[in-house]
Structures are given as C-alpha cells and as structure tokens.
C-alpha cells in the first residue's frame, strides 16, 4: 500500500490512546517494543493479550478482547496474523463507533475488512509500523533504518 507522509502524519497525530492487540510481555519482541516505544513518544498504549489478560505491562492493565477494553480508543495497532484481522475489524467497529483508525503491522494484510473499515469512515494503514513510520518522519532513522535514540514529543 502506498501512503502519504501527509496521511501518515495526520494519523500519528490524530490519535491519543492506542489498543495494542498481540502484544507480547517479552522486551525483545517486536509487539512489546513498539508498544513501548509509543508509550515513551505520549500516546496512551492499552495491551491486549488473551494470555496476559490482568495482568499489567507498561503501566497499563492488560485486556483479553478489544470489547473488555473499558476506554475509548482512536486506533487499534493489530499485531495478529492477517487470517485474525476480519474477527478483530468486527469486535473493534461493534465496540468503538468513533475508532479513527485500524492499523496492521508490517506483513499483515486484509483488503475485505479493511474495506468495511472505511466503509464506515475507520482509517486503515495496512502492512507498515508505527514506530518506523513515526521515527522516520520525525527524523529519528538513520542509514540501515536504526533509530538515533533520540526521544521528542509527538508529531507537535
């Protein structure tokens, strides 16, 4: 999928508290260190994990479902295989009527229920991070893609 810096920036931008689904209590998993990474950057991250679920991780209680998830959220980060993606478009459309957006991760795809995602006005970023994203267009990459370690506020 191609994106705009523009859309992508607006969408970083946009959105305040993020549902993290998949993610892992292991630090060098990929799910647990963009969950961090967004935490450390001011977005609000709430962990979703049906094996973690009580639990508490970054600071945060961890829930098994989107629909235990007692707060609002402005985007749901999903860290799932692609075949888990139209179940979790459902619960998470059904739960959040003002969800602005639904973002897969790098390799997870689903055009069907990212259709009926737009179709009710839900941004869908498909197959891209949000910590890469977001450290690229604040600058924070370097050559080979690593990040300078350089903490700034969010997209301001």
């Known amino acids: 999928m191609d994106y705009s810096d523009d859309l992508l920036r607006d969408t970083l931008r946009r959105a305040r508290i993020i549902a993290v689904v998949g993610v892992s209590a292991n630090p060098v998993r990929p799910s647990y260190f963009v969950a961090r990474y967004l935490g450390l950057k001011g977005y609000r991250v709430i962990p979703v994990n049906p094996g973690l679920a009580g639990q508490v991780l970054l600071g945060e209680r961890v829930y098994g479902t989107l629909a235990e998830v ?41 055009d069907e229920a990212a259709a009926k995602a737009e179709a009710r006005g839900v941004r869908v970023i498909q197959d891209r991070c949000p910590k890469i994203e977001y450290q690229r267009l604040m600058g924070e990459l370097r050559m080979g893609g690593f990040a300078t370690g350089v903490i700034s506020s969010r997209l301001g």
Not at 77 to 103: K, M
Request: hydrophobic share 45%; net charge negative.
């Open 70 to 110: 007692p707060d609002a959220v402005d985007m749901v980060d999903v860290f799932r295989r692609s075949d888990a993606v139209p179940g979790l478009v459902d619960e998470a459309l059904e739960r959040w009527p003002e969800l602005q957006t639904i973002w897969l991760q790098i390799g997870v795809r689903h």
